[in-house]
């Protein structure tokens, strides 16, 4: 794997982790899940700012997403008991899809 796609996955489980954090910070009330909520999301744009010295900008951005709403969803239905029914699991699939049409079949992506 080329260190820029080492990068954006560093990214992406920071912004995961950060975002799980938002729920139990529960409106930045409670400090110390707010602060591992703002370390993960400086973790994560710092690294997405590496990535983005090689893989196009809107390259990047769709996998970050794509990859970061599918991972988001499991930590949600995992640890936060939040249901994901068949339309969900459907559409999580096809972001999925997405993510795998952009990096295997479009030119805009550096390989």
Do not use: C
Request: net charge positive; glycine share 10%; hydrophobic share 55%.
């Amino acid at each position: 794997m080329n260190s820029n796609y080492g990068f954006l996955f560093v990214a992406i489980v920071a912004e995961v982790i950060a975002t799980s954090f938002l729920k139990s910070s529960e409106g930045f009330t409670r400090l110390w899940p707010t602060l591992a909520s703002v370390a993960g999301y400086v973790i994560a744009f710092y690294f997405l700012s590496l990535t983005l010295r090689t893989i196009p900008t809107g390259i990047a951005y769709a996998i970050w997403s794509g990859v970061g709403i599918v991972l988001i969803s499991l930590v949600g239905w995992l640890w936060f008991g939040q249901k994901l029914d068949a339309p969900a699991i459907a559409g999580l699939g096809l972001i999925i899809a997405g993510v795998v049409v952009v990096n295997v079949f479009s030119k805009s992506v550096s390989h």
